[in-house]
Antibody
Framework: EVQLVESGGGVVRPGGSLRLSCVAS????????MSWVRQAPGKGLEWVSG????????GYADSVKGRFTISRDNAKKSLYVQMSSLRVEDTAFYYC???????????????WGQGTLVTVSS | DIQLTQSPSFLSAFVGDRVIITCRAS??????LAWYQQKPGKAPKVLIF???TLEGGVPSRFSGSDSGTEFTLTISGLQPEDFATYYC?????????FGQGTRLEIK
């Protein structure tokens, strides 16, 4: 059974930093591209960042570019996002998500974690 | 970056109705578009990928189509369990943006 378990959420002051982690199980982690997706309470989905299976290609939403850094450790079957210069508008549930990709193209997100809540507040 | 404009943001319909949700891309995404359904407190579930391919187990009343940079999700014969929020997402290149979402409510 595919499982994605996030951790590291919490309350942080504006300008602060936080590192989220996601541990994967039930599939061959180093064969899959991964993403972080967030959803503020009562709001829509926002794709935050993604990384390919090797870890040598990354992408970011404009809203987090320069502040967030995605990374992965395939040996530990783990995905990370380092978040700095946090803003009130970064408050959201953050989901670890697996992409279904084939032959260099990705087609959809097929598994999601349960989410971890990040609250940025003074 | 590729932007997705999804409309309408809210839709009210009766059981049995046919509804259409549209997602417009700011540039070509080579058909690399997925549609998701999300119910409160749950993770999104993929319905359609590559614009028109139905995910296994998804009822055939859901269908997707594309015409260049305009994509549609059609639900024919709404069922009570279809009332949810729907999102489009492109996966053509980073960043993989989502549309703003369409909340479908029962009339």
């Amino acid at each position: 059974e595919v499982q994605l378990v996030e951790s590291g959420g919490g309350v942080v002051r504006p300008g602060g930093s936080l590192r989220l982690s996601c541990v994967a199980s039930g599939f061959t982690f180093d064969e899959y591209d991964m993403s972080w997706v967030r959803q503020a309470p009562g709001k829509g989905l926002e794709w935050v960042s993604g990384i390919n299976w090797k870890g040598d290609s990354t992408g970011y939403a404009d809203s987090v570019k320069g502040r967030f850094t995605i990374s992965r450790d395939n040996a530990k079957k783990s995905l990370y996002v380092q978040m700095s210069s946090l803003r009130v508008e970064d408050t959201a549930f953050y989901y670890c998500a697996r992409s279904y990709c084939s032959d260099g193209s990705c087609f959809w997100i097929d598994y999601w974690g349960q989410g971890t809540l990040v609250t940025v507040s003074s | 970056d590729i932007q997705l404009t999804q409309s309408p943001s809210f839709l009210s319909a009766f059981v049995g109705d046919r509804v259409i949700i549209t997602c417009r891309a700011s540039q070509s995404i080579s058909g690399s578009l997925a549609w998701y359904q999300q119910k409160p407190g749950k993770a999104p579930k993929v319905l359609i990928f590559t614009a028109s391919t139905l995910e296994g187990g998804v009822p055939s009343r859901f269908s997707g189509s594309d015409s260049g940079t305009e994509f549609t999700l059609t639900i024919s014969g709404l069922q009570p369990e279809d009332f949810a929020t729907y999102y489009c997402q492109h996966l053509n290149s980073f960043p993989y943006t989502f549309g703003q979402g369409t909340r479908l409510e029962i009339k």
